[in-house]
Nanobody, 117 residues
Framework: QVQLVESGGDLVQAGGSLRLSCAAS????????MGWYRQAPGKQRDLVAA???????TYADSVKGRFTISRDNTKNTVYLQMNSLKPEDTAVYYCNVLVGFTPTLSWGQGTRVTVSS
């Protein structure tokens, strides 16, 4: 079973940018869809963005136009470029392998993003 490790989270001011990385222990080229989720304190974990092997992307309405998901199958890594960050983007961000839009792996440690106003 592939394992995923998230990184890139940090403290950033509102309006700033971050790029998150999700490194897989195995090849991701055969994994149809991968996604980024986030969980803010006291809230449920929600899907932020997803990408298929063909490059088709899906975004939550709250991040459309600000976040971009991409994948590099040669590096077995999925990225989340986050621009124009807002305080409400503060959360722990996780990646996962999806079947449809259902996560299939146990959750990792995630990476924490804090956006200050």
């Amino acid at each position: 079973q592939v394992q995923l490790v998230e990184s890139g989270g940090d403290l950033v001011q509102a309006g700033g940018s971050l790029r998150l990385s999700c490194a897989a222990s195995g090849r991701i080229s055969s994994l149809n869809r991968m996604g980024w989720y986030r969980q803010a304190p006291g809230k449920q974990r929600d899907l932020v963005a997803a990408i298929t092997t063909g490059g088709s992307t899906t975004y939550a309405d709250s991040v459309k136009g600000r976040f971009t998901i991409s994948r590099d199958n040669t590096k077995n890594t999925v990225y989340l470029q986050m621009n124009s960050l807002k305080p409400e983007d503060t959360a722990v961000y996780y990646c996962n392998v999806l079947v449809g839009f259902t996560p299939t792996l146990s959750w990792g440690q995630g990476t924490r993003v804090t956006v200050s106003s």
